[in-house]
């Protein structure tokens, strides 16, 4: 087994952490993940470099002992009691070294307060489900990732609410949300890279109107993106399934806590 030291992740550790990610995931996903856009690097960074103000984030690295940068993982604490695994990947080199394994099971030894930790994974990673469901990880839902075309670009009237920060936001790490107001409501959506809208909920993503408006904003749209829990029928008839992902739990045994 490659002897390892384990800690925290430092800014000059984000590029490295970030070129894991992306080896991490297969091309086809990286448009609709924040973690793999072009700025990804920066805002990684921009957490490490203020830690102390981002209690409930720790980002953890395994580094071999020429420092390379072997394996990285965040996690974050949604309560006192539940933590919740971001991102966890592990360079080719070093795998079936259990190293991933060892990175969860650090966390969890340094975070006896800890009752359950969750985590999202995708349904065709064999290896991964293998290793969650040996460390006691189960089911407990299921999530599509669902695309569609945006519909033709029309006028309308649509004000963004937050145009500096989202501008900034969206220069600096390729990604950004939108706070908008259309048809007297207000609504927040997600750009993903310069082609891909996130909407929050079946509502955004099968509403014409909104999209056709917002895409004339943002000409280089191209589609839309909803990750909504499991269901057979399509929120939009022009909607494709092109993913899914588990949500897994694991609770510390009761002896334990």
Request: hydrophobic share 40%; charged share 20%.
């Amino acid at each position: 087994m490659v002897e390892l030291t384990i800690a925290p992740l430092e800014p000059a550790d984000a590029p490295a952490a970030q070129r894991l990610v992306r080896e991490s995931f297969a091309p086809r996903l990286h448009p609709y993940m924040t973690a793999t856009q072009q700025g990804s690097e920066a805002f990684l960074a921009a957490y490490l470099q203020a830690a102390a103000l981002h209690p409930d984030r720790l980002y953890l690295g395994a580094k071999s002992q020429d420092s390379e940068l072997l394996g990285y993982a965040e996690f974050r604490q949604s309560d006192p009691h539940t933590g919740f695994l971001s991102y966890i990947c592990v360079s080719p080199q070093a795998r079936g070294q259990r190293l991933a394994q060892r990175l969860i099971e650090d966390h969890l030894a340094q975070s006896p307060h800890l009752r359950e930790m969750q985590l999202d994974v995708f349904a065709d990673n064999l290896p991964a489900l293998t290793l969650y469901r040996r460390m006691g990880f189960e089911e407990a839902s299921r999530t599509t990732w669902w695309g569609r075309a945006l519909p033709s670009p029309a006028a309308g009237a649509v004000q963004l609410l937050n145009w500096p920060q989202a501008l900034a936001a969206f220069e600096r790490y390729g990604f950004c949300e939108l706070h908008l107001r259309f048809a007297g409501r207000e609504v927040r959506l997600g750009r993903m890279g310069e082609r891909v809208l996130r909407c929050p909920s079946p509502a955004e993503f099968a509403d014409d109107g909104l999209l056709a408006t917002v895409g004339a904003g943002f000409p280089a749209l191209q589609e839309a993106l909803l990750i909504a829990p499991a269901s057979p029928l399509p929120p939009h008839p022009e909607a494709e399934a092109f993913n899914q992902s588990l949500r897994l739990r694991w609770q510390r045994p009761q002896e334990n806590r």
